[in-house]
């Protein structure tokens, strides 16, 4: 059974940081794109972070540029998510995922590239 667990999320004030992990089992993601999303209260859910499997190639979402960075390391089967100068609009449930297939090249931000989900952390910074 593939699985895509993320661990990490918490409460924070704003400016603190936090480190988001994904940790896949049942298939080895190292070949495979993979991203960061986010739902906040009331919204729909949005690309936050990507990653390609070659990692050559990293994008982000405008809103965290500067504040987030993705990485991931292929001996662990594992993504993370470092964020730093938390904001309050930041809150969210983050969810971890995985592309369709490997050596994938599709939009980051396109969620339907994706096959595989996690069940997602919530992240919530206080003013």
């Known amino acids: 059974q593939v699985q895509l667990v993320e661990s990490g999320g918490g409460m924070v004030q704003a400016g603190g940081s936090l480190r988001l992990s994904c940790s896949a089992s049942g298939r080895t993601f190292t070949q495979y794109l993979m991203a960061w999303f986010r739902q906040r209260p009331g919204r729909e859910r949005e690309f936050v972070a990507g990653v390609s499997w070659s990692e050559s190639h990293t994008e982000y979402a405008d809103s965290v540029k500067g504040r987030f960075t993705i990485s991931r390391d292929k001996a662990k089967n594992a993504v993370y998510l470092e964020m730093i100068s938390l904001k309050p609009e930041d809150t969210a449930v983050y969810y971890c995922?995985?592309?369709?297939?490997?050596?994938?090249?599709?939009?980051?931000?396109?969620?339907?590239?994706?096959?595989?989900w996690g069940q997602g952390t919530q992240v919530i910074v206080s003013s």
């Open positions: 995922a995985a592309d369709r297939a490997p050596y994938g090249t599709g939009r980051f931000a396109a969620q339907e590239n994706y096959g595989y």
